[in-house]
């Protein structure tokens, strides 16, 4: 396929901005000396080339997407309406809050409602995403620390089945992290865990359920020896598809917690955001809340700093959008349709899995929560066909492949998360697909390797992409 830049001519075009008849400002040096080089092309040209490119971009529109730890489900277009609302796109963000009173009154719903699904005292909308909620919240754990005179407490406790992100996200917020390893049974192993919890450790983060698709039958233990420690706990709840509207964080005795809003509650984000990771926390740790919350007061809304905050950890508040979205995907859904959309999420993925036991080997073998886990090690020494050749086996019939070789603690990982939103004759489709992929693979692995077939782009080279991307179209000849 062509690139845009490789279509049209010199002097077509499509533009509908008027040029410009205002005096032009001096820029000094910094005024560009030759007209950028866009694509020159008309707008069919135009329409043809993005229309292209869609028709081939895989996403939850198009078929099963069950990436694992990331939960692709359907995104009612309801909640696009109400974001595109002028009422919530029309306004910016330095206006006075009297002039916005809807958007602060929309933010303070949004924050009462996950409160009330996490079980926490109140919440933030500025962080991006999950990772960067993460680190917020760690943010929260060290300025209580701080402020308590508490300064020996450097180390956070990160189990072995924690997501990627929460080391790192300590690491970034100046911890030294400790890892926790799990028990073949895939839960925290609470001896590792006791021997390790003292005067330095600042906190424990869980992520739950856990990475391979299991809720930890010792939550209770493992937030009380944390606590005995003089830590914090602090809660991933980027996959709370399995559990929202059933089990709070702040119940189980968790201080703090992050939220994927563009995992669990609505927005599409395949195409990398923009997303929302919101901070949830209790009491003890208001004071230290990042940014600015809605408040109400008898002459309307305004807004609230803390005395202590941490300061702003992204300008205003967020990606208010997203937080549009997630509140109509909760009154949507409602105080029953809630837990009944988490039970689903559980059901689809235990009845996936179920299919495919005594076939495929189960990293853990039993229930699961909204996502499992298979190892292809055992297939990989019989045949040497891989985790890779079967995700890429999976393309050619119409599927988006399952997470590969994440979480690290499994061999061959294929991690599927099917989520709430398929119906049944989908996951008996991919079982169906797999179960054959899995016969071919015995009876023909050669073949395997050379899949998928019917892509515009079959293998591409995994190590030159990473390590040496081309980003940037190089133009040839002079300028035009
Ligand atoms: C996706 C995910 C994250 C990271 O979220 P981002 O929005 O990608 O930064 C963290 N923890 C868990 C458990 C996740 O699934």
Redesign the pocket.
């Known amino acids: 396929m062509k690139l845009i830049f490789e279509r049209g001519a010199p002097g077509r075009g499509c533009d509908l901005v008027p040029p410009c008849t205002l005096p032009l400002p001096d820029l000094g040096g910094f005024a560009r000396t030759a007209p950028p080089r866009l694509p020159q092309v008309s707008e069919t040209e135009l329409s043809r080339h993005y229309t292209a490119l869609a028709g081939r971009t895989r996403g939850v529109n198009g078929g099963f997407y069950p990436l694992g730890?990331?939960t692709m489900k359907y995104n009612p277009k309801a909640g696009e309406a109400a974001a595109a609302l002028p009422g919530f796109t029309g306004v910016h963000p330095l206006q006075p809050a009297q002039t916005v009173q809807g958007c602060l009154e929309t933010l303070a719903q949004a924050e009462r409602y996950l409160c009330e699904i996490t079980g926490m005292d109140a919440m933030n909308f500025q962080p991006a995403?999950?990772?960067?909620g993460?680190f917020t919240g760690l943010l929260l754990i060290k300025a209580y620390h701080t402020a308590r005179g508490d300064g020996a407490r450097t180390k956070m406790l990160v189990p072995d089945s924690a997501?990627g992100?929460n080391p790192a996200s300590a690491a970034m917020a100046g911890f030294e992290v400790v890892n926790i390893p799990s028990l073949p049974d895939g839960c925290v192993d609470l001896g590792a865990l006791r021997a390790a919890a003292g005067p330095d450790t600042a906190g424990l983060m869980l992520?739950n359920p856990n990475?391979v698709g299991l809720f930890d039958k010792n939550i209770l233990a493992i937030t009380e020896i944390v606590h005995a420690a003089g830590g914090l706990c602090y809660y991933?709840g980027?996959?709370l598809n399995a559990v929202m509207g059933i089990a709070r964080p702040g119940d189980m005795g968790f201080d703090v917690v992050h939220l994927?809003l563009?995992?669990t509650f609505a927005t599409p984000h395949g195409g990398g955001g923009p997303?929302s990771?919101p901070v949830g926390c209790k009491a003890l740790l208001v004071p230290y809340l990042p940014g600015a919350r809605p408040e109400c007061l008898p002459e309307g809304w305004r807004w609230h700093r803390e005395s202590h905050s941490v300061g702003d950890v992204k300008a205003f508040h967020g990606n208010f959008l997203v937080v549009v979205r997630a509140l109509a995907y909760i009154l949507t859904l409602g105080r029953e349709g809630i837990p009944q959309a988490a039970r689903n999420a559980v059901l689809n993925a235990n009845y996936l899995m179920s299919r495919l036991r005594g076939h495929y080997d189960l990293a853990y073998d039993r229930p699961c929560m909204h996502e499992f886990v298979l190892t292809l090690e055992p297939l990989k020494q019989q045949t040497g066909v891989s985790a890779l050749d079967i995700a890429k086996a999976l393309l050619d019939r119409g599927i988006h492949p399952p997470t590969m070789y994440f979480p690290l603690i499994v061999h061959e990982a294929l991690m599927i998360e099917p989520t709430e939103t398929e119906p049944r004759e989908t996951l008996d489709e991919a079982a169906d697909a797999l179960l054959e992929i899995l016969a071919e693979a015995r009876r023909a692995p050669a073949d395997l390797h050379a899949m998928p077939r019917t892509t515009p782009v079959r293998r591409p080279d995994e190590v030159a992409a990473a390590r040496k991307p081309v980003l940037r179209y190089c133009w040839e000849g002079p300028a035009t």
């Open positions: 730890s990331c995403a999950g990772a960067h993460e997501h992100t992520t990475t991933d980027a996959n994927n563009h995992k997303g990771g």
